[in-house]
């Protein structure tokens, strides 16, 4: 006999879908073959949090493709802010509010958990059906 429950446990980090997180950030930013990230018009656009947001997609997508030695997808806050021009107090209040649920923190890197994809693609949603309009 089989326990119910089972099928219920996952693997926290199980792997990322790919499509979700393409179609998180396309027409935003483009990575490039080194790990640079390029950033489109529409992200200057944006409001900051979904900057911070699209930042550390960005950083996930370095991460899988490999594209940089030595690096490590989870980053400090301030750090972000320094990268993407946000003051490391909104950029704080943006982690722990408007992000929070869809960010993990470990030791004092944030990170988006793989388990998380969906909620940013959604989010992100929400901006290009306004743009479509």
């Known amino acids: 006999m089989t326990d119910p429950l089972d099928k219920l446990i996952v693997d926290e980090e199980k792997s990322p879908n790919l499509e979700t997180l393409a179609n998180s950030v396309n027409g935003y930013l483009r990575v490039s073959k080194q790990g640079t990230i390029l950033y489109d018009k529409t992200f200057h656009k944006l409001p900051n ?3 911070v947001l699209l930042y550390l997609l960005a950083r996930k997508i370095i991460s899988i493709k490999g594209l940089r030695e030595n690096f ?17 107090k909104d950029v704080r209040t943006y ?4 992000l929070k649920g869809v960010v993990k923190n470990d030791n004092g890197l944030w990170f988006i958990p793989n388990y998380n994809l969906h909620k940013c ?3 992100m949603k929400n901006d290009k059906t306004k743009r479509s309009n």
């Not at 490590?72 to 490391?88: A, P, R």
């Not at 982690?95 to 408007?98: A, D, E, Q, T, Y």
């Open 49 to 51: 949090n979904k900057k």
């Open 72 to 88: 490590t997808e989870g980053i400090k806050s301030n750090s972000i802010g320094e990268e993407i021009g946000v003051e490391y």
């Open 95 to 98: 982690l722990s509010g408007h």
């Open 121 to 123: 693609e959604e989010m």
